[in-house]
């Protein structure tokens, strides 16, 4: 059974900083590329940023570019965002998914995933 697990979700004041993890299990994870969504209240959820299995392809959504950077860790099936320069905006719940790409990413910020965690919630008070 595949399992998505999030933490280092908390409250912070704007301009501070957080590390999300997403410990992976029950799946081959270098077959994976993975990927942060986040879901501010009363939105839809919104891609934040995908690593390729190899961690040599990244993309961004615009509005975090230069401020967060993904990154993965084979060894420890693990894959972590980390945010700086927090903003009001970035407020949300932040969910890890998980996409079968063994090779490449192809699909770029418009992958189509197959595994969801339940999600660790970021606040960012002003």
């Known amino acids: 059974q595949v399992q998505l697990v999030e933490s280092g979700g908390g409250l912070v004041q704007a301009g501070g900083s957080l590390r999300l993890s997403c410990a992976a299990s029950g799946l081959t994870f270098t077959n994976y590329a993975m990927g942060w969504f986040r879901q501010a209240p009363g939105k839809e959820r919104e891609f934040v940023a995908v690593?390729?299995?190899?961690?040599?392809?990244?993309y961004y959504e615009d509005s975090v570019k230069g401020r967060f950077t993904i990154s993965r860790d084979n060894d420890k099936n693990a894959v972590y965002l980390q945010m700086n320069s927090l903003k009001p905006e970035d407020t949300g719940v932040y969910y890890c998914?998980?996409?079968?790409?063994?090779?490449?990413?192809?699909?770029?910020?418009?992958?189509?995933?197959?595994?969801w965690g339940q999600g660790t919630q970021v606040s960012v008070s002003s």
């Open positions: 690593i390729s299995w190899a961690g040599s392809m990244t």
């Open positions: 998914a998980a996409t079968y790409v063994p090779y490449g990413l192809g699909c770029g910020k418009h992958c189509e995933y197959d595994y």
